[in-house]
């Protein structure tokens, strides 16, 4: 019987780990559907338009700025503690932005939201490492992009239909982070090893280095895959606008469609990487997200324009499981919450500034040109991880013959 609780107690532990990582890629994206409602009401506004498509992204600038130092706070204070506040104030701040008039305040209140998101990923990323084993590392990853993608389908549909009726619903969405707050109360405990300040730490553990140049690489592949992604929820419910019958509950279900296909793919990742090397995964899922823009700006009708979007979901799905084992693969216990912060900051940088980049390129060529040059920005990444993955071959084989070598010997 106590084994049965116990276990009943780790099942629940960890869904409610992944309902938390779930609901972090929705802390920018449950409104997107609302933009163009929002964009109108706000019509009279100084730069109205513009500041309305910060809103959906102001929250992954403060996730990055803010990445890194829930890094640090969780490596020394542990995680159960930012855990617990961050779905507090995840909840507090989402949902304010159904009562406020001001988008000044409504930015302001997004802002805190990506404080939030940033302490939510970090920490809830952390301890599904502290909590699973090396060898199922993969799987776990795969497991958290697959619940964070059926949060996308979930809830960006639900906020389509919610969008419909009026902009100011789909802020009610953020409130699912108050219902998982009482399981993360009662089962979220922290391990052993997850404090660098636990007595039996030595001083030295505490400052082992973190390995710079991988970590520098998946960041930046990180930052770029961002960039090129966020032109999917920021301006294809305004490109559904040009299509015959185009509004915002299309606009939902077509943003679903990349969360159903990226949850596919997450949910087969372990598979891939069974076969494959992190650095051909990301070569070969990049490759696919670059033919998936191509085909979405030459999009004239809602058939190419799903099967883009599939296409985009899936190299999704591959690519942000693997680069979260990857990170994890080498990087020491001791600098985990850092590392993860960090790589948190890079990858909502590419968020927030996917609009600041790609605004001026839409408004000289238009949105369909612009997915076409936006994807071709991702091409140099793919020769990059092929030269990348050359490169740790030769190094490999190098020390293989020196290991042969000292055996003769």
Known sequence: MKAMTANFRIVLRDLTLMLASMITIIGTTAIAPSLPQMAGYFGDTPNGDFLVRIALTIPALAAGLFGPLTGFVIDRWGRKRVFVAALLLYGISGISGYFLTSLSLILFTRFILGISVAALTTSATALIGDYTHESKLATSMGRQSLFMAFGNVLFVSLSGVLADFNWRWPFWIYAISLLILPTAIWLITETRTNRSDTKGTSQNETKVPMPKGRTAF???????????????????????QTFSDGNSMKAGGLLAVVGLSWGIASSQYHRLRKRLTFERITMLALSLVVAAYVLLSFATGYYVLIVALVMIGVGLGTVLPNLNAWLLSFVPAAVKGRAIGTMVLFAFMGQFFSPVITEPLTTAVGISQSYLLTGLLLVPL?????????????????????????VEQ
């Open 382 to 406: 793919v020769v990059a991880c092929g030269l990348y993955e050359y490169q740790q071959r030769r190094l490999r084989a190098i020390e293989f013959e020196r290991s042969g070598a000292h």
């Open 218 to 240: 998946v960041c930046i592949i990180a930052f770029v895959n961002m960039v090129v992604y966020f032109m999917v929820p920021v301006y294809l419910p305004f490109y559904v």
